[in-house]
């Protein structure tokens, strides 16, 4: 693009991003952003933006109190689940018998439903 073409709002736009970090904009880009309302905006949010990453990325945070107490629960709390796991592994049977009832009892349930709308509609 040569440096007397006028750029629109989207390319200048597209561009302000990479001028963030405090670099010299090249001239096509000034000029745009000398004559628009809106563009020198957009940069100041975008250097401003840059500037809070900066002081966040600068900034070390102690982890809250009970997150060590929490993760050493979790070990416990592990051996509940495989408590669980196993009583459901020893009793699968009893589980499964469980559910062949419930399947039958289903199936019954649907045959009679059918059963019923027939001799409705007789």
């Known amino acids: 693009m040569s440096e007397s073409t006028e750029m629109t709002c989207a390319e200048v736009r597209e561009m302000l991003p990479a001028y963030a970090n405090g670099d010299q904009p090249s001239l096509a880009v000034r ?3 000398s ?3 809106g563009c020198p905006e957009e940069m100041a949010r975008y250097r401003a933006l840059v500037t809070t990453i900066r002081t966040l990325e600068s900034r ?3 982890p ?4 060590l107490v929490s993760l050493s629960r979790i070990p416990s709390e592990a ?3 495989d408590v669980i796991r196993v009583h459901v592994a020893r009793n699968r049977r009893a589980y499964a018998g469980g559910a062949a009832v419930a399947l039958a009892g289903a199936a019954g349930a649907a045959l009679w439903q059918v059963r019923r709308q ?3 509609a007789a």
Do not use: K, V
């Open 60 to 62: 070390t945070m102690d």
């Open 79 to 81: 051996g509940r689940i």
């Open 64 to 67: 809250p109190a009970e997150l």
């Open 35 to 37: 004559r628009c309302p």
């Open 31 to 33: 000029r745009h952003l």
């Open 118 to 120: 027939r001799l409705a």
